[in-house]
């Protein structure tokens, strides 16, 4: 178990996360915010490479910091860029990354064939990195952060400039790895997490907004959804979250308690949410 127990992280007078508390169990947890409300702080702290101004982080009721190398080899840690050598192959770049985390060698060869099947490079594993796509990497950098088998899988903006195709195969990628382990993926992209989060951290104002499920994070904007026609003018308390292509044309989807007269109600979606909870103050 992870536990993150009153952290703040100040830089100077500028406090990037405020008394956060956390607990992350196995399973998928999505931190979902938009840039620049902490997601990297907080991940810089649970990998250590920051520390926190107050507060402290705990595996298993230990502080991670006393812990030191213990911890590490319980973590997989994929930065949103991570470095690699052009020149070498999967099978190369995951021996190198198995002698860094001294993985004992006679395991190395038979993990890492083991790996590239997972990810899906079997067949790819004689070719050049510099030969493979950003979502080919990507599943590189996942291999690499699985040798050791760690507890605790740490994404940072994993799908980040990923096309359609490549961000599908790594959900599901993602999924099959969260059975027994605490995997937590951050992002802004709402759907890479809506499908496969059991549970959604969410930050406002460097603080805590939430740690709920997608339906519970939803369920106070239901009843409060509709659709209208596009041109149609809006009133005060009516707030515009997204257009989207109808059958008939460009529909807005709005955030209001009454329903506008020509107003069609629709589910909210965890987008939605992510649209109202951070919307600008004020009509528009």
């Known amino acids: ?28 947890y999505g931190l979902l915010a938009p840039n620049g409300a902490g997601k990297t ?23 991670i910091l006393a812990l030191g190398e213990a ?8 930065p949103q860029e991570f470095g690699y050598y052009p020149g070498y192959t999967p099978r190369q770049f995951l021996r190198y990354a198995a002698a860094l985390q001294r993985i004992p060698r006679k395991e190395v060869d038979r993990r ?3 790996l590239l099947d997972t990810v899906g490079l079997s067949n790819d594993a004689g070719r050049k990195l510099r030969q493979f796509s950003g979502g080919m990497l990507q599943r590189v950098g996942i291999a690499a952060a699985m040798l050791g088998d760690p507890e605790l899988l740490i994404l940072d903006e ?17 999924h099959a790895l969260s059975a027994d382990r605490i995997v937590i993926l951050s992002t802004h992209i709402v759907s890479d997490i809506e499908t496969i989060a059991g549970q959604i951290v969410m930050f406002r104002d460097h603080r805590l907004y939430c740690c709920d499920s997608p339906a519970g994070i939803c369920a106070p904007f239901q009843g ?55 919307r600008e103050e004020g009509p528009q």
């Open 71 to 78: 911890y590490r080899g319980v973590l997989g840690y994929l």
């Open 41 to 63: 702080t907080l991940i810089k702290m649970l990998t250590t490479l920051l520390f926190p101004t107050r507060g402290q982080i705990l595996w298993n009721g230990e502080d």
């Open 112 to 114: 890492i064939e083991e």
């Open 158 to 174: 994993p799908t980040a400039g990923l096309d359609p195709r490549e961000r599908v195969r790594f959900r599901n990628l993602i």
């Open 224 to 278: 409060k959804l509709f659709e209208i026609p596009t041109g149609t003018p809006l009133i005060s308390g009516q707030f515009l979250l997204s257009e989207r292509q109808g059958e008939g044309g460009t529909v807005l989807r709005l955030l209001c308690d009454k329903a506008p007269e020509n107003g069609v109600p629709v589910q909210a979606g965890l987008e939605d949410a992510f649209l109202a909870i951070y």
């Open 1 to 28: 178990m992870l536990s993150v127990e009153h952290v703040t992280k100040q830089y100077g007078n500028f406090t990037a996360l405020e008394d956060i508390s956390l607990t992350f169990t196995p399973g998928v």
